[in-house]
């Protein structure tokens, strides 16, 4: 016997020491009494009863549960208000607990649970039934109230007892059934935790359309390996083996007639995490979840790597409760682990939860991050943009080379071979291709059906050693007529089961095509009619609406030129002869007479276009008569325009 007043004494040390370290604020706890609420329920407006109820005692505070853990003493399931007909039972269900505190100090004390009642709601009598539970049985209309006090104590009550009181609870009785036609199923937690050292519980609640149904609800769950439910009071209690998942936990009201309505609510089971998998590159989220009855006052994240190494991370989200990786590594991140110590205090209460371990899954990111550069050069004359995607004044036999670029920066990407196809003026002729510097042979070159382009396709590039590439297309230009050409590179990527894993177009190519020379068109002039008596007259000519002489002059290296005008013949008319000769006036009033060896009209310096000629009336040829015109007729004579390029 001496060994078990040693324990006793110990154990009454202990809880001084956990009373002085709690020191749990009892004024905090407890509600003023004018907005303690008394009824389990709203009373309905239409109740008969509508008087002030006045308690037989007033009912304790609702307990402060935090983490599991009772830092005070009450009820956690309260008398629930009752709607039946006469002569039909009604179990009232009631649940009550203790703190740590009060546990320790009444270590060996026992629950006591005395009922009381009342028919008015003031005025109250203790009831000789003593259970947890109160079945009554109406035997008249209308409403009775109750109460129920719950004492823990042991042999003998003494000072150390815990007493509580219940909220008060109503039984009204109606002359006959009211039933159901629809059920509302709610939990008061939709998340309980299934690793901790204590079991989690809730309470699921059923209300009933009407409210004052008088049917009765039972409960059952569909995986009693992830929870359990009382059957009559709604508690769901979780597994504490670790098993996760959602437990469905359903409700039904039979009423008196044998009908019934159902419903459920879903209650997630797990240890606060969830696993993660995201695909290589994105973020991983993950977030306590479960109802702590305090916010957490710290929370501190795990990462533990695949050597099981435990390292703390830094979370920089505003949320304690969510952490969000960096961007996930495949080879690094797949297969690590997260958790979070959550530490939650409640006055000078402290204490702590750690979550399961969640695992990260990265999902290796084959597609192809494919880089794709394409350039076009004329390697027979420089003019081109910035970028080298265009190139200007292309002609006949001019060099042009294509160049594409590719690289995969992706190590892990599936893309095994790739095809490149562009298109190339008609008349180009391919002279080589090299990969990489080498020689490469296999592709096809086939005419399109408009005539105008054909295509090229560079076939089976090998990309699943090699990552990066440089395919160079040589090629000469045959004749074109069209002022421009474009086209795009298309690249298609095929996996090692020749499958499409990826289709890319890349910008335009263009080239803008020129002659590459210069064109002269003459009009014909006229100095009009002329008298057989007109002698030494000079004669103007007649207007012309174009130009005397049309140059277009498309010459991509613009030499130095000179435009000569020359009259290798007379005027004539059948075989007669006009005494006349042609002068070409210049602005100054000067003038040359025209001949075979031909006048200067115009020059141009090195890189400068040389433009139509249009006269004015006091310039150009003019023509001049020398005697009279011996025999009439149509005078006409041919003038040669001639180009020398300067030395």
């Given at each position: 016997?001496?060994?078990?007043k040693?324990l006793l004494i110990?154990?009454?040390?202990?809880?001084i020491?956990?009373?002085?370290?709690?020191?749990?604020?009892?004024?905090n706890?407890?509600?003023?009494s004018?907005?303690?609420?008394?009824?389990?329920?709203?009373?309905?407006?239409?109740?008969?009863v509508?008087?002030?109820v006045?308690?037989?005692?007033?009912?304790?505070s609702?307990?402060?549960?935090l983490?599991?853990?009772?830092?005070?003493?009450?009820?956690?399931l309260?008398?629930?208000?009752?709607?039946?007909?006469?002569?039909?039972p009604?179990?009232m269900?009631?649940?009550?607990?203790?703190?740590?505190?009060?546990?320790?100090?009444?270590l060996?004390?026992?629950?006591?649970?005395?009922?009381y009642?009342?028919?008015?709601?003031?005025?109250?009598?203790?009831?000789?039934q003593?259970?947890?539970?109160?079945t009554?049985?109406?035997?008249?209309?209308?409403?009775?109230?109750?109460?129920?006090?719950?004492?823990?104590?042991g042999?003998?009550?003494?000072l150390?007892?815990t007493?509580?009181?219940?909220?008060?609870?109503?039984?009204?009785?109606?002359?006959?059934?009211i039933?159901?036609t629809?059920?509302?199923?709610i939990?008061?937690?939709?998340y309980?935790?299934n690793n901790?050292?204590?079991?989690?519980?809730?309470?699921?609640?059923g209300?009933?359309?009407?409210?004052?149904?008088?049917?009765?609800?039972?409960?059952?769950v569909?995986?009693?390996?992830?929870?359990t439910v009382?059957?009559?009071?709604?508690?769901?209690?979780?597994?504490?083996?670790?098993?996760?998942?959602?437990?469905?936990?359903?409700?039904?009201?039979?009423n008196?007639?044998g009908?019934?309505?159902?419903?459920?609510?879903?209650?997630?089971i797990?240890?606060?995490?969830d696993d993660?998998?995201?695909?290589?590159?994105?973020?991983?989220?993950?977030?306590?979840?479960?109802?702590f009855?305090?916010p957490?006052?710290n929370?501190?994240?795990?990462?533990?790597d695949?050597?099981?190494?435990d390292?703390?991370?830094?979370?920089?989200?505003?949320?304690?409760?969510?952490?969000?990786?960096?961007n996930?590594?495949?080879?690094?991140d797949?297969?690590?682990k997260y958790?979070?110590?959550?530490?939650?205090?409640?006055?000078?209460?402290?204490?702590?939860?750690?979550?399961?371990?969640a695992?990260?899954?990265?999902?290796?990111?084959?597609?192809p991050s494919?880089?794709?550069?394409?350039?076009?050069?004329?390697?027979?004359?420089?003019?081109?943009?910035?970028?080298?995607?265009l190139?200007?004044?292309?002609?006949?036999?001019?060099?042009?080379?294509?160049k594409v670029?590719?690289?995969d920066?992706?190590?892990?990407?599936?893309?095994?071979?790739v095809?490149?196809?562009?298109?190339?003026?008609?008349?180009s002729?391919?002279n080589?291709?090299?990969l990489?510097?080498q020689?490469?042979?296999?592709?096809?070159?086939?005419?399109d059906?408009?005539?105008?382009s054909?295509?090229?396709?560079?076939?089976?590039?090998?990309?699943?050693?090699?990552?990066?590439y440089?395919?160079?297309?040589?090629?000469?230009?045959?004749?074109?007529?069209?002022p421009?050409?474009?086209?795009t590179?298309?690249v298609?990527?095929y996996?090692?089961?020749?499958?499409?894993?990826?289709?890319?177009?890349v910008?335009?190519?263009?080239?803008?095509?020129?002659a590459?020379?210069?064109?002269?068109k003459?009009?014909d002039?006229?100095?009009?009619?002329i008298?057989?008596?007109?002698?030494?007259?000079?004669?103007?000519?007649?207007?012309?609406?174009?130009d005397h002489?049309?140059v277009?002059?498309?010459?991509?290296?613009?030499?130095?030129?000179?435009?000569?005008?020359?009259q290798?013949?007379?005027?004539?008319s059948?075989?007669?002869?006009?005494?006349?000769?042609?002068?070409?006036?210049?602005?100054?009033?000067?003038?040359?007479?025209?001949?075979s060896?031909?006048t200067?009209?115009?020059?141009?310096?090195?890189?400068?276009?040389?433009?139509s000629?249009?006269?004015?009336?006091?310039?150009g040829?003019?023509?001049?008569?020398?005697?009279?015109?011996?025999?009439?007729?149509?005078?006409?004579?041919?003038?040669?325009?001639?180009l020398v390029?300067?030395?």
């Amino acid at each position: 016997m001496k060994w078990k007043k040693k324990l006793l004494i110990g154990a009454l040390v202990n809880v001084i020491l956990m009373v002085i370290t709690l020191n749990i604020n009892q004024d905090n706890f407890n509600k003023d009494s004018d907005t303690q609420n008394i009824i389990s329920k709203l009373v309905p407006d239409n109740l008969t009863v509508k008087a002030e109820v006045t308690p037989y005692h007033q009912p304790t505070s609702d307990p402060i549960i935090l983490l599991f853990i009772w830092l005070t003493s009450g009820y956690n399931l309260q008398p629930e208000n009752q709607y039946t007909y006469v002569n039909n039972p009604k179990t009232m269900y009631t649940d009550s607990g203790r703190s740590v505190v009060d546990a320790l100090l009444g270590l060996l004390s026992t629950p006591h649970y005395t009922w009381y009642q009342s028919t008015d709601g003031k005025n109250w009598t203790q009831m000789s039934q003593t259970t947890k539970e109160l079945t009554v049985t109406p035997s008249k209309v209308g409403t009775i109230y109750y109460q129920q006090m719950t004492r823990w104590y042991g042999l003998i009550p003494g000072l150390l007892d815990t007493i509580v009181y219940s909220k008060v609870a109503f039984v009204t009785a109606f002359p006959s059934p009211i039933e159901a036609t629809s059920l509302d199923v709610i939990a008061e937690s939709n998340y309980l935790y299934n690793n901790q050292s204590s079991v989690d519980t809730t309470y699921v609640v059923g209300t009933p359309t009407p409210y004052n149904a008088t049917g009765n609800i039972t409960w059952k769950v569909n995986d009693t390996s992830l929870a359990t439910v009382d059957t009559r009071t709604g508690l769901v209690t979780a597994n504490t083996t670790g098993k996760s998942g959602t437990v469905r936990v359903t409700g039904t009201m039979t009423n008196s007639n044998g009908t019934s309505v159902s419903n459920y609510v879903d209650i997630k089971i797990g240890g606060g995490l969830d696993d993660q998998t995201v695909d290589e590159g994105q973020k991983a989220t993950f977030e306590v979840q479960g109802n702590f009855g305090e916010p957490p006052t710290n929370v501190v994240w795990h990462k533990v790597d695949a050597a099981n190494k435990d390292t703390v991370v830094t979370n920089s989200s505003s949320n304690k409760l969510i952490y969000t990786t960096p961007n996930t590594v495949y080879a690094t991140d797949n297969g690590t682990k997260y958790y979070a110590v959550l530490t939650i205090t409640s006055g000078d209460s402290t204490t702590t939860v750690t979550t399961n371990r969640a695992n990260l899954s990265v999902r290796k990111n084959v597609l192809p991050s494919l880089t794709i550069n394409n350039t076009i050069f004329n390697n027979s004359y420089d003019d081109h943009n910035i970028s080298n995607t265009l190139i200007n004044n292309v002609s006949e036999n001019d060099q042009v080379s294509y160049k594409v670029d590719l690289s995969d920066s992706n190590i892990n990407s599936s893309m095994s071979k790739v095809d490149i196809s562009f298109k190339l003026p008609a008349t180009s002729i391919i002279n080589n291709l090299k990969l990489n510097g080498q020689d490469f042979a296999d592709y096809s070159y086939t005419s399109d059906s408009n005539g105008k382009s054909s295509t090229l396709v560079v076939k089976n590039i090998n990309f699943s050693t090699i990552k990066k590439y440089s395919l160079e297309v040589n090629s000469t230009i045959g004749e074109n007529d069209d002022p421009l050409f474009s086209t795009t590179t298309t690249v298609v990527g095929y996996d090692a089961n020749n499958s499409v894993i990826g289709n890319y177009n890349v910008g335009e190519l263009t080239m803008n095509f020129a002659a590459n020379s210069i064109s002269m068109k003459a009009q014909d002039w006229d100095y009009g009619s002329i008298n057989s008596y007109n002698s030494k007259i000079l004669l103007d000519r007649k207007k012309i609406e174009n130009d005397h002489l049309e140059v277009t002059d498309n010459r991509r290296e613009k030499k130095a030129l000179k435009l000569y005008l020359a009259q290798s013949n007379p005027f004539k008319s059948g075989e007669n002869v006009l005494p006349s000769e042609m002068r070409y006036y210049q602005k100054d009033g000067g003038y040359s007479v025209l001949d075979s060896t031909g006048t200067l009209v115009s020059e141009t310096i090195e890189g400068q276009t040389l433009g139509s000629i249009m006269w004015s009336d006091d310039e150009g040829p003019k023509l001049f008569i020398m005697d009279g015109i011996s025999q009439a007729g149509n005078y006409s004579t041919t003038l040669e325009w001639s180009l020398v390029e300067s030395i």
